[in-house]
């Protein structure tokens, strides 16, 4: 079975705000809420990690180091 691929970063953010929204409705059976706290903890350092990957890729372009200083 093929692994499942990683969702693009906006649909892992709309599917955060999703198990937010659950969660803090407080109607989650604990299983349930454990399960979805899991897949949050798992879309949250996606997340992050595309983020600063992307503030990486920023921070080397030409021009921009100059810009920062002034």
Do not use: N
């Not at 093929?2 to 969702?7: E, L, T, V």
């Not at 892992?12 to 929204?21: D, F, G, P, S």
């Not at 899991?38 to 983020?51: I, K």
């Amino acid at each position: 079975m093929p692994a499942k691929a990683k969702p693009k970063f906006e649909e892992a953010m709309a599917r955060l705000r999703e198990i937010v929204e659950k969660l803090e409705s407080g109607e989650e059976p604990l299983e349930s809420a454990m399960a979805l706290f899991e897949e949050g903890a798992r879309l949250s350092a996606q997340c992050y990690e595309t983020l600063e990957k992307a503030e990486q890729k920023l921070s080397s372009l030409p021009g921009l180091r100059e810009e920062e200083d002034d």
